[in-house]
Nanobody, 116 residues
Framework: QVMLVESGGGLVQPGGSLRLSCVAS????????MDWYRQAPGKQRELVAS???????HYEYPVKGRFTISRDNAKNTVYLQMNSLKVEDTAVYYC??????????WGKGTQVTVAA
């Protein structure tokens, strides 16, 4: 059974930092593109950042320059370092693992709340 388990969410003040982690099943991790998505209340789920198995990264405009995605293949883990957090970053953050036409798995999410 494939699993993705996120952790690291919490409450932080504006300007603060958090690091999210997502541990994936070893059977899929090394071959997967790993993404972080987020969904704020009343909004659609949106892509935040992605990293390929060749360590090519992509960031959506709202987080570019503030967030960093990375992966540790030895630990089957993808990270999202979030700095300079803003109130509008508040959302449930989801980990996604996919390989085109073969699989697309999601974690259950971790809540990030940015508030004074």
């Amino acid at each position: 059974q494939v699993m993705l388990v996120e952790s690291g969410g919490g409450l932080v003040q504006p300007g603060g930092s958090l690091r999210l982690s997502c541990v994936a099943s070893p059977s899929i991790f090394s071959q997967s593109v790993m993404d972080w998505y987020r969904q704020a209340p009343g909004k659609q789920r949106e892509l935040v950042a992605s990293i390929t198995n060749a360590d090519t990264t992509h960031y959506e405009y709202p987080v570019k320059g503030r967030f960093t995605i990375s992966r540790d293949n030895a630990k089957n883990t993808v990270y999202l370092q979030m700095n300079s957090l803003k109130v509008e970053d508040t959302a449930v953050y989801y980990c996604n693992a996919y390989k085109t036409t073969e699989w697309d798995y999601w974690g259950k999410g971790t809540q990030v709340t940015v508030a004074a």
